[in-house]
């Protein structure tokens, strides 16, 4: 069974940082793209950004320059590295995992205020 674990949300002020983490369990990790999509109250989900299993990366124009994400395959882990936020980058992250079928993990909540 596929699961999929995030950590790493929380409240930060404007300007500050977070570093969100998936963990992956129950499927070879490495041969898959995954990512990270993301929910605002009364908006659809969006994707964020996403890692080929070959390290090639995608992002939204919105965070480009200030989100990166990494993988550590040995540790069947993606990361979604946030710098810069902004009060509209505040939303449930989704991470998620694409073999034809996609799969997610529950949501972690970012909030950025001051």
């Known amino acids: 069974q596929v699961q999929l674990v995030e950590s790493g949300g929380g409240l930060v002020q404007p300007g500050g940082s977070l570093r969100l983490s998936c963990a992956a369990s129950g499927i070879i990790f490495n041969i898959y793209t995954m990512g990270w999509y993301r929910q605002a109250p009364g908006k659809q989900r969006e994707l964020v950004a996403r890692?080929?299993?070959?390290?090639?990366?995608q992002y939204a124009d919105s965070v480009k320059g200030r989100f990166t994400i990494s993988r550590e395959n040995a540790k069947n882990t993606v990361h979604l590295h946030m710098n810069s936020l902004k009060p509209e980058d505040t939303a449930v992250y989704y991470c998620?995992?694409?073999?034809?079928?996609?799969?997610w993990g529950q949501g972690t909540q970012v909030t950025v205020s001051s």
């Open positions: 890692i080929s299993s070959g390290g090639s990366t």
């Open positions: 998620y995992l694409d073999r034809g079928s996609t799969y």
